[in-house]
């Protein structure tokens, strides 16, 4: 599979499907035919992109996620393949099964990941990870004692420089980037959880009844850096197209996990199939190993639609 991402948020466009083919026509011109098996994952969030029912239907039969973002680019909507596995309704049980303690204890490994890896990225700006790892070894068991927040306050406070940098003000472009990135990284994570035949409401510690995608909010915590990272290195004007280019390029690049070059598809599917060999009792531990993005590992299989050059 190819992993394409396509982004639909600069042009008007309407998305329908011709032989397996995904076509997208803006004004009277088709300006691509995608063959859906190479799609991972689609983004809209232009109001005028209109699309069909076999454009989700065939969409989700290859194992594309179909995302709806909103205005300030956060998802708002997402449609994920639910029949991709052989075996998945045997797991769907296992995961309503996961008891308590094992969810803690799960929730334990992906938070001290996270913290590792916010402090990882403000090494590599200051040269001091800030005390994040003396934080990380005080994560207890299902974080009773919130340590996270203590964390991510130290974190963002010094990532961006600013004391009083708060996460849910949409006035701040750093946030609709913040947005943007995660709703990229949000359906990659969940687009792996459905190929491991595992169900992505069924949450560790993220266990809303409105949030369909709880276990993806959960597995995609030690990757938020990654996007972080990105944006805090780049100059914060409107989040346009070239930009959106960026920052899809950095999130679905290269990265260096364990000695080994991997896709992030390739990281977050091995995760997801750790979480499949917890659950089913095969293992205990989570696959986290530090990661860090590999240089000059090319944009990734990004694409954003653009109209074509008119005469």
């Known amino acids: 599979m190819t992993d394409r991402i396509l982004d639909f948020s600069q042009e008007p466009s309407r998305l329908s499907i011709r032989n397996g083919l995904l076509v997208v026509t ?11 098996g190479e799609i991972a994952c689609v983004l809209v969030s232009h109001p005028a992109v209109v699309f069909t029912q ?17 205005s300030s680019q956060r998802p708002a909507g997402m449609l994920l393949p639910l029949q991709s596995h052989h075996v998945q309704a045997g797991r769907f049980a296992r995961q309503t099964a996961l008891t308590k ?8 490994q992906l ?24 934080l990380k070894k005080r994560v207890a068991s299902g974080d009773t004692t919130n340590v996270e927040a203590r964390a991510a306050r130290r974190y963002w406070q010094l990532l961006f420089d600013e004391f009083d940098f708060k996460r849910r003000n949409d006035e701040d472009q750093r946030n609709h980037w913040l947005n943007y990135g995660y709703a990229v990284l949000r359906a990659m994570t969940a687009r792996a959880i459905c190929a491991c035949g595992l169900h992505p409401t069924f949450g560790i510690a993220h ?11 959960d597995l995609m915590e030690p990757f938020r850096p990654l996007v972080d990272r990105f944006v805090a290195a780049s ?44 659950i089913m009792g095969e293992a205990t531990e989570l696959w986290l190993p530090p990661w860090s993005p590999l240089p000059g590992s090319g944009p990734g299989n990004w694409q954003i639609i653009q109209p074509k050059a008119r005469a």
């Open 26 to 36: 803006q004004g009277t011109e088709e300006v691509e035919a995608i063959p859906c």
């Open 111 to 134: 938070v001290r990941a996270k913290i590792e890896a916010q402090a990882r990225v403000l090494e590599e700006k200051f040269g001091s990870d800030a005390g994040l790892r003396a």
């Open 101 to 108: 303690p094992r969810r803690k204890r799960m929730w334990q």
């Open 235 to 278: 100059d914060m004007t409107p989040l346009t197209g070239q930009a959106k280019r960026n920052l899809i390029a950095a999130v679905s690049g290269r990265v260096l996990v364990a000695s080994e070059n991997r896709t992030m598809f390739d990281v977050l599917t091995k995760l997801a199939q750790s979480v499949v060999a917890v």
């Open 54 to 70: 076999a454009v989700l239907s065939h969409l989700a039969e290859a194992g594309a996620a179909f995302v709806i973002c909103d």
């Open 207 to 217: 266990r809303n009844k409105a949030n369909a995608f709880a276990l993806a909010d």
